[in-house]
């Protein structure tokens, strides 16, 4: 079971808002070279901000994977401007392409899809490609408008011979995510999945993201452990998740699940030392399926 585990983890991804970076005095000291390195477009960040961070991740030996939100681009034009941007200034290869939640869109782009029919992921050979999934459903999008985009990211991916995979929400189990792919595979097709975990954050800020970010049935019983004032302020951790998630895979190998991606709600550093030392082989696994660090 360790061994599942280590392979699940090893090969993480994890994020840094440009807030987070600016207290990073070198990510090398941190994470291993190539691991790719998420850079969100949160409503405080603008777009030099981010090309300017992809640089320096670049530079850094890191796999700079910026985001590129829909309805925080005003038109294909000014994505264009964008893209060239990343690619030529600082080595972009990867990106995370999601709508945003934005309720009102800058301009004329609102989805993912029109992101991806634009063509101009391929004319600046963006060739890994994550997409969002949403193991918890999605407040504002019915369940066949998700199946039918899933099924045309497939079809995008295959035409185009694009890698494309599919990054989850976060979520507090395990559970959600594995009932998703049961439910959703024929839509999820050949897409590869990667688990989003929270990183270690104290159960309050866990909490507070979660409600922002529409966690649903996961954050009830997340809830319900933390509930005294005095446990919100406890670190959390996800190790229960990955073991559920390592012991789901190990039982299904036709599982597309393939690896985790951590959101680090401000604590890179912290998330980043306990991923190492689950991927160097410094744990143990509870009876009760929990995972305890050496």
Excluded at 51 to 57: E, I, K, M, Y
Aim: aromatic share 8%.
């Amino acid at each position: 079971m360790k061994v599942a585990v280590q392979s699940l983890v090893r090969n993480y991804s994890i994020e840094a808002t440009v807030i987070q970076a600016q207290r990073i005095a070198r990510f090398a000291g941190l994470v291993v070279p190539g691991t790719r390195v998420y850079i969100p477009h949160t409503p405080h960040t603008n777009f030099d901000q981010v090309v300017a961070l992809a640089g320096r991740l670049r530079r850094e030996g890191m796999e700079p994977v910026p985001h590129i939100v829909a309805r925080r681009i005003e038109n294909e034009p000014a994505l264009e401007t964008l893209l060239s941007r990343l690619t030529g200034e600082a080595g972009v290869r990867q990106a995370l392409i999601v709508a945003g939640d934005m309720a009102t869109p800058a301009g004329s782009l609102y989805n993912t899809l029109q992101i991806l029919e634009s063509g101009l992921l391929e004319k600046y050979k963006i060739q890994s490609i994550g997409v969002a999934g949403h193991p918890e459903g999605h407040p504002n999008v019915g369940d066949a408008i998700l199946r039918d985009a899933l099924r045309r990211k497939n079809d995008y991916g295959f035409d185009t011979g694009t890698n494309v995979y599919v990054v989850t929400q976060f979520t507090f189990s395990a559970n959600p995510i594995i009932a998703w792919e049961k439910a959703y595979g024929s839509d999820i097709g050949a897409l590869n999945i990667t688990a989003g975990l929270p990183g270690l954050a104290t159960a309050s800020t866990l909490l507070k993201y979660a409600m922002e970010c529409g966690v649903g049935a996961s954050l009830e019983a997340f809830s319900k452990r933390y509930a005294s004032i005095i446990k919100l302020l406890t670190i959390s951790t996800p190790g229960d998740i990955i073991v559920g998630l390592a012991r789901y895979k190990r039982k299904a190998p036709k599982s597309r699940l393939s690896g985790v991606h951590f959101f680090t709600f401000g604590g890179f550093q912290p998330t980043a030392e306990w991923a190492n030392k689950i991927v160097d082989g410094n744990f143990e696994i509870t009876e009760d399926g929990g995972l305890v660090i050496n």
